[in-house]
């Protein structure tokens, strides 16, 4: 008898995780037999659960906060990508151990390529906002996809500096104060801080200042229209939510654990926004 496929998240808290509705939408959706539940892990118990969960029918786990960086010392297996951005969030056991795998830029990119379809790398520079582990992922993806140039700003400079170099590639740091001015004759702006989240102060960048031909995409989803994203589609750009980058970061766990390649769909969006 084969064993019931399980998964879920592991983070600490993990309340707040939307990924148990959205990986339990899909099991409803194909009608599979799993399980996919929150794991609240303190970091004392990382090893313990990372040790125990394969042998009590996990086939792996997601990851959030604060483990996302420790998991890469306890895998047996690392992909580039995951090496590269310093942090994992989909783990699978397999025969030979744990394979950590960061699937946050690949997310981004297939969100960002199904949201704005007239986008491509080749198409001009792209302005990053922020340099925490979401920039990282994200950098790390428009690098690997070609993009020409990349200008990096963030409110604490030393923290941008830190991860242009680490990344290596086309990235240039801007001033925080001068991020306005940097938009001019870029194809892509990402917003990767946490303001216009709701609670957060709202991001001050006149929109004025971009061109209707520019991609904006924020990485906030909550709300799912942020003032950035709001005033950039009333000036023509091509605007793409922060909710697919979540939802596309999810597929390949997904299919690794359960053994099907899922679909991002509105009604996946729905259900998690409704969760
Ligand atoms: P994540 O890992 O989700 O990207 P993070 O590491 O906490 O989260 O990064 C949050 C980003 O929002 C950072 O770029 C942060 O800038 P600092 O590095 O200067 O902290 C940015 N951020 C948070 N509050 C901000 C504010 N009030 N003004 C500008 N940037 C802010």
Known sequence: ??????????????GHSRSPQLHGHWLREYAITGHYVPLAVTPGDL????????????????????????VLGLAQEVTDRAARIGAANT??????????????GVGFLRSLTEGAPDWTASAGPALILGAGGAARAILTALIDAGVPEIRLTNRTRPRAEALARSLGGPVQVIDWPDRVEAARGTALLVNTTVLGMSGQAALDFPVGALDPSMTVTDIVYTPLETPLLRGAAARGCTTVDGLGMLLHQAAPGFERWFGRAPKVTPALRSAVLAS
């Not at 008898?1 to 993990?14: N, Q, R, Y």
């Not at 783990?91 to 946050?104: C, K, Q, R, V």
């Open 91 to 104: 783990l699978t056991f397999t025969e030979s151990g744990i394979h950590a795998d960061n699937t946050d």
């Open 47 to 70: 090893g313990d659960a990372l040790h125990l969960l394969p042998r009590i029918g996990f086939r792996g786990v997601n990851v959030t906060v604060p483990h996302k960086e420790a």
């Open 1 to 14: 008898m084969t064993s019931i496929p399980l998964a879920g998240v592991i983070g600490h808290p993990v």
